[in-house]
């Protein structure tokens, strides 16, 4: 894990490694199992994905102040940074009010706001 998260929000292979790295990297982020025997690249792929997946998560949850989800050390690292790192006081935005005709149907309100 980077100390500083500068790979928050990252959740895809890596350009210039190895197919095997990579494939292992999305099987990790995305929770596949890990079964049978893999070559090394694959592996410490899928220990970065993971990681990765926890980060994400953990700074998610941090910014939007749900409660923890998980105790690995990733997670939490990643939690307290999005703590530190959130607005003050995140409250519902009412900015983005439905027009009254689409009767709280959010598709037709995305679609009454476009031109056309």
Do not use: C, W
């Amino acid at each position: 894990m980077r100390g500083d998260m500068s790979n928050i929000g990252e959740n895809k292979p890596i350009p210039g490694k190895s197919a095997a790295y990579n494939v292992g990297f999305s099987q990790g982020y995305t929770g596949v199992p890990l079964k049978g025997h893999h070559t090394q690249q694959f592996l410490a792929g899928y220990i970065n994905g993971t990681a990765s997946f926890q980060q994400n998560k953990g700074f998610s949850e941090g910014y939007s102040k749900v409660p923890m989800s998980s105790h690995t050390e990733d997670y939490i690292d990643a939690y307290n940074f999005g703590v530190r790192n959130r607005v003050t006081d995140l409250k519902p935005s009412t900015s983005g009010q439905l027009p009254a005709r689409t009767n709280g149907d959010y598709k037709q309100g995305i679609n009454a706001r476009l031109p056309g």
